[in-house]
């Protein structure tokens, strides 16, 4: 088993800043991706931001030049720096990975419990 734990929600005023961080625990041979996704009330959950085991990232368009994800391997941590927030990027933001178990074993999908960020003045 693989836990995700997030941490560094809370509320921010328009134009601030955040950093989301999400530790990785747990049975790991190897991390294949790691990634944020948000999910706004009434609306379904979207991917906001991926990293690969190769450094490779993508963003969602909405948050292009204002997200950084960001790894640090050895302690299997992800981060998103967010800055120039919006009251769009109010929601609940979910850490997940993509995780290898053991050598053998196959890719297994796992999500952290979430964490709210709320942006309004």
């Known amino acids: 088993q693989v836990q995700l734990v997030e941490s560094g929600g809370g509320l921010v005023q328009p134009g601030g800043s955040l950093r989301l961080s999400c530790a990785a625990s747990?049975?790991?041979?190897?991390?294949?991706?790691m990634g944020w996704y948000r999910q706004a009330p009434g609306k379904q959950r979207e991917s906001v931001a991926i990293?690969?085991?190769?450094?490779?990232?993508s963003y969602v368009d909405a948050v292009k030049g204002r997200f950084t994800i960001s790894t640090d391997t050895a302690q299997k941590m992800v981060y998103l720096q967010m800055n120039s927030l919006e009251p769009e990027d109010t929601a609940v933001y979910y850490c997940?990975?993509?995780?290898?178990?053991?050598?053998?074993?196959?890719?297994?999908?796992?999500w952290g419990q979430g964490t709210q960020v709320t942006v309004s003045s």
């Open positions: 997940h990975a993509l995780v290898k178990e053991r050598i053998w074993s196959t890719v297994t999908s796992y």
């Open positions: 747990g049975s790991i041979f190897r991390i294949e991706t």
């Open positions: 990293i690969l085991s190769t450094g490779s990232t």
